[in-house]
């Protein structure tokens, strides 16, 4: 895959993601309380504040969630070995 074709596949799913989380946001804002809003405000800046190793195991998981479909478009041919990049396999 050339550079732009694929810097051109991880733009549009950057897009894809920030859509949906703003998606998300919103229609999550626009159904609760102010006081549900508050808390979630809160909870989103303090995720904002911490390092990605400090997160929970289940604020971890979101976020490798949207890493593995980053990894489907920029993963080389299958018979690419994994061990040699020193990465594991994937």
């Not at 999550?28 to 997160?55: C, F, G, H, M, N």
Request: aromatic content about 8%; hydrophobic content about 35%.
């Amino acid at each position: 895959m050339e550079n732009n074709e694929l810097l051109e596949k991880v733009a549009a799913f950057q897009h894809l993601a920030w859509s949906h989380w703003t998606k998300y946001m919103l229609e999550k804002v626009a159904t609760q309380s102010a006081e549900e809003t508050e808390k979630d405000v809160l909870r989103w800046k303090r995720q904002i504040d911490t390092p990605y190793e400090q997160l929970s195991e289940k604020e971890k998981e979101s976020d490798r969630e949207w890493a593995r479909k980053v990894l489907e478009i920029i993963k080389p041919e299958k018979d690419t070995p994994w061990d040699d990049l020193g990465i594991g396999e994937i």
